[in-house]
């Protein structure tokens, strides 16, 4: 299914169950695939799911926003694709689907979007259940063990991206397989065969890139955070699930989440790495409809 457009953007997604509503969001670099073991989990359990793919990701890429395309969102302004562009499209979804107070569930690139949708619109929603990243980072993304790690943000904002890996299918698995190797934890397969074959379409990659082109990214956020005074923290109950062997994020920096949220739970999952919906799909479920 497709959503009407919002700022020009038509995002693909997909909606099974019912119940109460959860909407899932998926991460870089992956689509709304990454849920496919969540979604039946939360179906059984009673819940409405609604996966979208978010833009520049999947088939909300080939719905026709094209980054190289000079009339494109994207060419007048590559922020479209940051969080608060991307959830403007979440939003537009639920307000088109008339989701009543949704559960937004995210981890990487969607915990970003889903903190920014409870940020500006925490009446739309009813809680939020999200793996790394989250603020508190600040100045320690600049560490030498971060820097090690995130130089991929750096190196996505180059146009020899599009030189070596945009369009290349075997590039692109090599690039992908990198991160998702990596950022598991021990016994994990990545099943990437799917995620090639999308990433791969000409320009795809370069859409999705766009999210740390915008300034989204881990460091730039981080970067640039302050914590926002007591009565400007996210209000809705949030669980925070973190990992124990995600290289980006060390459970060490989740020791600031009481100065950006008001009503936080940190729940610390051993054994799993960075990829939250097909690592650990069970806890994400039970947390889920703990808040639903």
């Not at 109460?20 to 992956?30: D, I, R």
């Not at 981890?107 to 979007?113: E, F, I, K, L, W």
């Amino acid at each position: 299914m497709r959503s009407a457009a919002v700022d020009g953007f038509e995002l693909d997604y997909d909606r099974s169950g019912e119940g109460p509503a959860v909407v899932l969001l998926h991460g870089w670099p992956g689509d709304r695939t990454d849920y496919r073991l969540l979604t039946p989990l939360l179906t059984d359990r009673g819940f409405e799911v609604v996966v979208p793919d978010l833009r520049g990701f999947g088939g909300s890429y080939v719905a026709g926003i094209d980054p190289t395309r000079l009339d494109s969102p994207a060419a007048v302004d590559p922020t479209q694709y940051g969080a608060a562009g991307q959830a403007r499209s979440v939003i537009g979804l639920i307000e088109e689907l008339g989701l009543d107070r949704p559960v937004l569930a995210g981890y990487d690139v969607g915990s970003r979007v889903a903190q920014a949708i409870a940020r500006t619109h925490p009446e739309l929603i009813d809680g939020l259940v999200i793996a790394p990243p989250l603020p508190g980072i600040g100045k320690r993304v600049f560490s030498e063990q971060a820097q090690r790690e995130f130089w991929y943000q750096s190196f996505h904002r180059l146009p020899l991206i599009e030189e070596l890996i945009d369009g290349k299918p075997e590039a692109v698995r090599s690039y992908l397989n990198h991160f998702w190797q990596h950022w598991s934890g021990p016994g994990f397969v990545p099943e990437i065969d799917h995620l090639v074959e999308v990433y791969s379409v000409p320009g795809a990659f370069t859409a999705s890139l766009n999210w740390y082109r915008g300034g989204s990214g881990a460091v730039a956020m981080s970067a640039a955070e302050t914590a926002p005074a007591s009565y400007d923290r996210i209000n809705v109950p949030t669980v925070v699930l973190w990992p124990e062997f995600d290289p980006l994020f060390p459970r060490a920096w989740s020791d600031r989440l009481d100065d950006f949220f008001s009503d936080v739970r940190l729940r610390t999952v051993d054994g799993v790495g960075h990829y939250a919906p097909l690592e650990y799909p069970e806890i994400l479920a039970e947390e889920i409809a703990g808040l639903g």
